[in-house]
């Protein structure tokens, strides 16, 4: 089955600096690969979320892009703030059924 | 409001006692999904239905059973709880037959002891 591994573990950046959070997936046949932020306390909540057929996709200050060759994507948040701070979370899917989730990146925003 | 309710949120209970968690949906979703959540290990899914009567195993489905006989509702039953299924548990939905765009419960903690 998939394998979603996520780097790194904890990730700490002043505010303002970027922010980039690695994964990688097995199955060549995953075609869906969500992005979850979770805060302390509170449920997941999907953030940004890329298609096989596309390479990168932004919104505001986050941008996902997916190599699908080296079976790998990223999350890269720009100028962050102290409200990024939270676990962040890859996933991956072949869109029908089941879906894998990364172990998470702490993130941590210094003010 | 739409939204994705769990209950109870918190859960304390004994080895062996059979406990249900409900999900419920109002969005008329056809994907639901049961994830849980344990340190250093992410959210690893249980299991998770495509649509009314359609349900299939995720990635750790040992111990667990699911039914689905209303679109709205997708409940997680443990027959005999044991020690090791102590975690926080994620009920989630999605409008359309796979999980894009997942919307999740508030979550429920459960201890067995």
């Known amino acids: 089955g998939e394998n979603v591994e996520q780097h790194p573990s904890t990730l700490s950046v002043q505010e303002g600096d970027s922010a980039v959070i690695k994964c990688t997936y097995s199955?060549?046949?995953?075609?869906?690969f969500p992005w979850y932020k979770q805060e302390l306390g509170k449920r997941p909540q999907l953030i940004i979320d890329?298609?096989?057929?596309?390479g990168e996709k932004k919104d505001q200050r986050i941008a996902v892009t997916l190599n699908k060759t080296a079976k790998h994507f990223s999350l890269h948040i720009t100028e962050t703030q102290p409200e990024d701070s939270a676990v962040y979370f890859c996933?991956?899917?072949?869109?029908?059924?089941?879906?894998?989730f990364g172990a998470g990146t702490r993130l941590t925003v210094k003010p | 409001e739409a939204q994705v309710t769990q209950n109870p949120r918190y859960l304390i209970t004994v080895t062996g006692k059979k406990l249900t968690v409900t999900c419920s949906q109002n969005?008329?979703?056809?994907?639901m999904s049961w994830y849980r959540q344990d340190p250093g290990l992410g959210l690893r899914q249980i299991y998770y239905?495509?649509?009314?009567?359609?349900?299939d195993k995720g990635d750790v489905p040992e111990g667990y059973k699911v039914s689905r006989k209303e679109k709205r509702n997708f409940p997680l039953i443990l027959e005999s709880p044991s020690p090791n299924q102590t975690s926080l548990y994620f009920c989630?939905?999605?409008?359309?037959?796979?999980?894009?765009?997942?919307?999740f419960g508030p979550g429920t903690r459960l201890t067995v002891t």
């Open positions: 199955d060549s046949a995953s075609n869906y």
């Open positions: 969005m008329n979703h056809e994907y």
């Open positions: 996933a991956a899917s072949k869109g029908n059924n089941d879906m894998r």
């Open positions: 989630a939905s999605c409008p359309t037959g796979g999980p894009y765009e997942q919307y």
């Open positions: 239905s495509m649509n009314v009567e359609v349900t």
């Open positions: 890329i298609r096989s057929n596309v």
